[in-house]
C-alpha cells in the first residue's frame, strides 16, 4: 500500500522553525499462507482483543428505540430512483389551473415544444439517475474490498462502513466490525491473512478519527504482538529443521511443476506463498504497526513519549537487522524483496522526529541524514527532510571541552574531532539552502504544495541560523523573503513565525553585520 504524508508545519519551542512531517509508512500486504507447525501459534493472542473495547462516543439511554435501521440494499435504491424519476407530477402540475386545449389555441407552437423538452428533460434525468446509481453500485458495493470475502463477512463489513462513515453510529459500527472478525475466525480464514489483517487495521483507523485512541492503540498492540510471535515461532521452527531451504515444512512432497500450455485451467494449480515470503510481509506489516504506534502514543491526547520511543526503535532496529541478515544469508527461496527505500526511509523519520522532540537532536540529525540518502532527490519531500537536518544541527549543543590532562590519551582522537558551533550552524545553513534549491527544481506532477511551503520553511531557518550566528542583516532578508513568499501561497504558519523572527531582531542589540558564506 502505499505511504501518505502530510504537509510541512512549523515546530514550537525556542523560536525555531523547521518542517515536521507525518510519515505513514506503505506496508506490505499479507496474503494467505499455512504451516502445520505454526498454526497452533496463530490463535494465541487472537480472539481477546476486540471483545472490551471502552468507546468515548454520545449516545441515547433508550437501546431499541433509536437504532438506526441497515442500510436499504442497492437493488431498492436503484428502484426507487428510477421510480421518483418516471413521474409525470412535475408535468402534469405545470399545467394545474389552466385549460391544456385553451393553452393549445392560444400558443400551439410553445405548448408542444414545452412538452417536448419536459419528457427529454425526465428522460435525461432518469439516464443520469441510473448511470450514478450503477456506478456506485459497482464500485462501491462490489468493489474488490468486498468481494474477495465470503459473502456474509462482506455484507457485515459493507454495514461496518456504512455506520463508521455514512451514517455515523459507534456502537453499531463497532458490532458489526466485531461480527465480521468473529465471522472470519468461524469460516477458517487466515488470521494473518491479508484480509483479516485489513479488518484489524481498519478498526483501528476508525477509533482514531472518532477520537478512541486507548482502544486504537490497543488494537495494534494486540495486533502487534500477533505478529511477532508468528515471526518468532517461524524462525525457531528454521532453527529446529522443521523448514527447509524452500520455505515449506520439512518432510512435505516437492511442489509440482510449472504448468504447461496442454494443461487444463482446472488442472493449473497456483503456487502457494511459502514461510519465507509470509514472514517477508508480516515483518514489513510489523514494523508499519510499530512507526503508527510510535505516532499514536506520542500525540497530544495521549503523551506517553517513552512508550512511542521503544516501538520506533524496535521498528527502526528490525528494518536494520533484516537488511544485515539478507546481507550475511542471502535472499531465501521465494523471500521476496524487503521494505523499498522510501519505507526505510518513513520509519529512520519517525524515530529523528521522536528524538527531536525530545530536543535530543545529536540523535535526530543522523536519522533525518539517512533518510535523505533513501529519499528520492526529485521530490517535496526530500526538501523536508533537508530542512529537519539543518534545524537538528543548528540545535545541538556543543559541550564544553574538558581539561585534556583528565581524558585519557586514546580519546584526543574523539575530542579533536568533536564539532564547534560554528562549523555545525555552517553545517545547518548548507542544508537549508539545499533545501530551498530541491524544492525550487521540483516540477511536474511531483510538485505539490508541500514544495512550497518547504522552500518558505527553509528561507525562516536560514533567518534563524543567521540570527544565532550573529547575522542580523542577513536575517532580516532571510526572514523577509519567507514571509513574501508564506503570503503568497497562503501559508498563514509560515507568515507568522517570519513575522515572529523580524520582531525578535528588532529587539536584539545592533552588531555589526557579517555574511557568512
Known amino acids: 500500500m502505499p505511504a501518505l504524508r ?29 504451516h502445520t507447525q505454526l498454526e497452533r501459534s496463530k490463535t494465541l493472542h487472537y480472539d481477546a482483543t476486540i471483545l472490551n473495547f471502552q468507546q468515548r462516543r454520545h449516545q441515547s439511554s433508550e437501546h431499541g428505540k433509536n437504532e438506526q ?35 393549445f ?17 425526465s428522460l435525461c434525468t432518469v439516464a443520469g439517475i441510473s448511470v450514478y446509481v450503477a456506478y456506485a453500485y459497482f464500485n462501491y458495493f462490489q468493489s474488490k ?49 491479508d484480509e483479516v489483517l485489513g479488518i484489524k487495521i481498519q478498526l483501528a483507523a476508525w477509533f482514531e478519527r472518532i477520537g478512541s485512541y486507548k482502544n486504537s492503540i490497543e488494537v495494534l498492540e494486540a495486533l502487534l504482538r500477533d505478529c511477532k510471535k508468528w515471526v518468532d515461532v517461524m524462525e525457531q521452527s528454521v532453527r529446529d529443521g522443521l523448514v527447509d531451504e524452500s520455505g515449506k515444512p520439512a518432510g512435505d512432497p516437492a511442489p509440482r511443476g510449472p504448468a504447461t500450455e496442454g ?11 511459502n514461510l519465507w515470503a509470509k514472514r517477508t510481509r508480516i515483518l514489513g506489516k510489523s514494523v508499519g504497526i510499530g512507526v503508527k504506534l510510535g505516532e499514536l502514543l506520542a500525540d497530544e491526547h495521549v503523551l506517553q513519549g517513552d512508550s512511542a520511543g521503544e516501538h520506533l526503535v524496535w521498528a527502526v532496529e528490525t528494518v536494520l537487522k533484516e537488511l544485515q541478515r539478507r546481507q550475511v544469508e542471502g535472499v531465501k527461496e521465494g523471500e521476496g524483496d524487503w521494505m523499498s527505500p522510501e519505507q526505510i526511509g518513513g520509519a529512520l523519520e519517525a524515530l529523528g522526529n521522536h528524538y527531536e522532540s525530545k530536543s535530543q537532536f545529536y540523535l535526530a540529525a543522523p536519522l533525518f541524514l539517512q533518510a535523505i ?66 524544492a525550487q527544481k521540483v516540477q511536474g506532477e511531483e510538485r505539490t504544495e508541500e514544495c512550497d511551503e518547504a522552500c518558505a520553511v527553509a528561507l525562516c531557518n536560514l533567518g534563524v541560523i543567521a540570527t544565532m550566528s550573529g547575522n542580523h542583516e542577513e536575517a532580516g ?34 552588531k555589526s553585520s557579517k555574511r557568512s558564506t
Open 69 to 103: 435501521k441497515p442500510p436499504m440494499p442497492p437493488s431498492r435504491l436503484l428502484f426507487r430512483a428510477l421510480k421518483q424519476s418516471l413521474s409525470l407530477r412535475p408535468l402534469l402540475g405545470a399545467f394545474r389551473g389552466q385549460s391544456l386545449r385553451s393553452l
Open 373 to 438: 540518502t533513501l529519499s528520492p532527490p526529485n521530490r517535496c519531500h526530500t526538501a523536508v527532510l533537508m530542512n529537519n537536518l539543518a534545524i537538528s544541527l543548528a540545535q545541538q549543543p556543543v559541550n564544553t571541552p574538558p581539561d585534556p590532562s583528565q581524558i585519557p590519551q586514546a580519546s584526543d582522537s574523539n575530542v579533536a574531532a568533536r564539532p564547534s558551533r560554528s562549523n555545525l550552524l555552517a553545517s545547518a545553513r548548507a542544508w537549508a539552502l539545499q533545501a530551498q534549491a530541491t
Open 145 to 193: 474490498q468486498f468481494t474477495r470475502f465470503p459473502p456474509q463477512i462482506a455484507k457485515s463489513l459493507r454495514r461496518a462502513l456504512y455506520y463508521s462513515n455514512y451514517a455515523p453510529d459507534p456502537k453499531l459500527a463497532l458490532k458489526y466490525y466485531k461480527l465480521a472478525l468473529e465471522q472470519c475466525s468461524e469460516a477458517g480464514l487466515d488470521p494473518f491473512s
Open 263 to 273: 494443461d487444463s485451467e482446472s488442472e493449473k494449480e497456483i503456487i502457494p506463498e
Open 105 to 121: 389555441r392560444q400558443s400551439p407552437e410553445e405548448l408542444v415544444l414545452a412538452i417536448i423538452m419536459e419528457s427529454v428533460g
Open 477 to 510: 532578508r532571510w526572514f523577509k523573503e519567507s514571509l513574501a513568499l508564506s503570503k503568497r501561497i497562503g501559508f498563514e504558519p509560515g507568515a507568522t513565525e517570519a513575522q515572529d523572527g523580524l520582531q525578535q531582531l528588532q529587539h536584539l542589540p545592533t
Open 6 to 34: 502530510t504537509a510541512a508545519i512549523l515546530s514550537s519551542g525556542s523560536n525555531i522553525l523547521h518542517a515536521r512531517c507525518i510519515h505513514h509508512s506503505s506496508v506490505r500486504q499479507l496474503s494467505r499462507g499455512s
